[in-house]
């Protein structure tokens, strides 16, 4: 079983930047695993932000955030991070960094992600 915890949400202005933190623990090492960071705005569907494979040397980005957005991982430490550059109001949302099980990564098959944490809030004002 694992537990993550984000961190790094907060209020920032439109052009702005925010570098979240996805801390791991328990008894499953993420380093076996791809990681990926969801989110949700208020009223919408939870959707798919970025993705890393176990050792990061590969990543997967949604179109809206490419350019912007570059997910990074260090297994010494069992984190995740997400760095959000250019922020626009519509990135406003709670961003999750659930374990990726299987699939996703170019297999074919649809990500399976579980162990989600309670998310971290980000907040962008134009």
């Known amino acids: 079983q694992v537990q993550l915890v984000e961190s790094g949400g907060g209020l920032v202005q439109a052009g702005g930047s925010l570098r979240l933190s996805c801390a791991a623990s328990?008894?499953?090492?993420?380093?076996?695993?791809?990681m990926g960071w969801l989110r949700q705005a208020l009223g919408k569907e939870r959707e798919f932000v970025a993705s890393i494979n176990w050792d990061g040397s590969r990543e997967y980005y949604a179109g809206f955030v490419k350019g912007r957005f570059t997910i990074s991982r260090d297994n010494a430490k069992n984190t995740a991070y997400l760095q959000m550059n250019n922020l626009k109001p519509e990135d406003r949302a709670v961003y999750y960094c659930?374990?990726?099980?299987?699939?996703?990564?170019?297999?074919?098959?649809?990500?399976?992600?579980?162990?989600w944490g309670r998310g971290s809030q980000v907040s962008v004002s134009s």
């Open positions: 328990g008894r499953t090492f993420i380093s076996r695993y791809a």
């Open positions: 659930p374990v990726q099980y299987a699939g996703g990564g170019g297999s074919g098959s649809p990500p399976e992600f579980g162990s």
